[in-house]
């Protein structure tokens, strides 16, 4: 993957937890690799435990960012989740799994929250 590429996922990424900070999420996890499979960000927001895919584009030349969470990542992620909370973490609360598309926008960034993007 080349540094710019590397660099606009990074950035993506540091909008999305912005944007979730905005919202009242409390952010738990970043980047957490395991030996399943890696999640973005993993946060609480009340009673719920949200794992987010982040996806950052510079256009949709090649589709929309959330397009990109196809039905393989989706399994990688929600085996994550599954390994994440079978090491006991998030008792008590209620797995979601959302999807943050960002794209670069003249005043900064145009983050698109899609909550509960897809389940078990």
Do not use: C
Request: glycine share 10%; proline share 6%; hydrophobic share 40%.
């Amino acid at each position: 993957m080349t540094e710019e590429r590397l660099s606009l996922g990074r950035w993506g990424e540091e909008e999305a937890v912005r944007y979730l900070r905005r919202q009242g999420m409390k952010i738990l996890e970043r980047n957490l690799r395991t030996p399943v499979g890696e999640i973005d960000i993993i946060a609480r927001h009340g009673k719920i435990l949200v794992f987010v895919e982040v996806k950052t584009r510079k256009s949709d030349a090649f589709g929309t960012p959330q397009e990109a969470v196809g039905p393989f990542k989706q399994r990688q992620i929600l085996r994550t989740a599954q390994w994440y909370l079978g090491d006991g973490r998030g008792k008590g609360l209620q797995p979601r799994f959302d999807v943050i598309a960002v794209r670069p926008a003249p005043e900064g960034a145009r983050v698109e929250h899609i909550p509960d993007a897809f389940g078990l």
